[in-house]
T-cell receptor
Framework: DAKTTQPPSMDCAEGRAANLPCNHS???????VYWYRQIHSQGPQYIIH???NNETNEMASLIITEDRKSSTLILPHATLRDTAVYYC?????????????FGAGTQVVVTP | GAVVSQHPSWVICKSGTSVKIECRSL??????MFWYRQFPKQSLMLMAT?????????EQGVEKDKFLINHASLTLSTLTVTSAHPEDSSFYIC???????????FGPGTRLTVL
C-alpha cells in the first residue's frame, strides 16, 4: 500500500472549516483514499473514502486532486468534539485481506 | 448499523496470568476481523488478521504463541494474551470488515494493564 504524509498537528477554530491535507504521491490506480479519526482512548471511526471523484457525506468532504497524489479532508464546521487524530490511509479495496496500515496521523485540536 | 463491541473495556492483571479479550460484531457478520495494539502517544499497530474458521495471520514480529486468536463464529473473535508481562500493557483494539468496499469498523478498545 502507498505511504501517506500528513502534518503532525493542526489547530482549528470552532465553527470554522478544517482542511486536513494528505500526500500520497506513490498511490496506484486501484488504491482508494480512506480517512479515519481516533478520539482519545477510543477506537478509530470511519469518516469517508474515495477513488478519484470528490466525495461528501454527513461528516466530511473528501477532495482528491486530479493526479490523485494528494487529497484534503474537509470538516465544514468544526466542533470541539472533532478534536482527534485523523488518519489518511490508501489501500486496494479488492485486497482480500483489507488490511489498514495506520501512520502517525494529524492531531487536530479544535479551540473555542 | 456496523457496531463492534469489545469486552472487557479495561482489565488489570498480575504478571504471568492470561487475559482474554472478546470482539463482537453486533449487527453484521464478519468473516475477517483485525487486532491492533496501541501504545501511549503512538499509532495503531496491526497485530493479526483473524479469519472465521481458519488460523489467524500474524504480522511480522508478533508472537503467535503469546497472542492467541480464535475466530469461532462470524460475529466473535477473541484475543488471549498468554503469560502477560508489564510490557504487554497497552490499548488493544479490534475491527471487523464489512461490505463491498471492505470498510472496517472498530471496537472501543480494551486497556490492559499488567502489574
Amino acid at each position: 500500500d502507498a505511504k501517506t504524509t500528513q502534518p503532525p498537528s493542526m489547530d482549528c477554530a470552532e465553527g470554522r472549516a478544517a482542511n486536513l491535507p494528505c500526500n500520497h504521491s506513490t498511490i496506484s490506480g486501484n488504491e482508494y483514499v480512506y480517512w479515519y479519526r481516533q478520539i482519545h482512548s477510543q477506537g478509530p471511526q470511519y469518516i469517508i473514502h474515495g477513488l478519484k471523484n470528490n466525495e461528501t457525506n454527513e461528516m466530511a468532504s473528501l477532495i482528491i486532486t486530479e493526479d490523485r497524489k494528494s487529497s484534503t479532508l474537509i470538516l465544514p464546521h468544526a466542533t470541539l468534539r472533532d478534536t482527534a487524530v485523523y488518519y489518511c490511509i490508501v489501500r486496494v479495496v479488492s485486497d482480500s485481506w483489507g488490511k489498514l496500515q495506520f501512520g502517525a496521523g494529524t492531531q487536530v485540536v479544535v479551540t473555542p | 448499523g456496523a457496531v463492534v463491541s469489545q469486552h472487557p473495556s479495561w482489565v488489570i492483571c498480575k504478571s504471568g496470568t492470561s487475559v482474554k479479550i472478546e470482539c463482537r460484531s453486533l449487527d453484521f457478520q464478519a468473516t475477517t476481523m483485525f487486532w491492533y495494539r496501541q501504545f501511549p502517544k503512538q499509532s495503531l499497530m496491526l497485530m493479526a488478521t483473524s479469519n472465521e474458521g481458519s488460523k489467524a495471520t500474524y504480522e511480522q514480529g508478533v508472537e503467535k504463541d503469546k497472542f492467541l486468536i480464535n475466530h469461532a463464529s462470524l460475529t466473535l473473535s477473541t484475543l488471549t494474551v498468554t503469560s502477560a508481562h508489564p510490557e504487554d500493557s497497552s490499548f488493544y483494539i479490534c475491527s471487523a470488515r464489512r461490505g463491498p468496499y471492505n470498510e472496517q469498523f472498530f471496537g472501543p478498545g480494551t486497556r490492559l494493564t499488567v502489574l
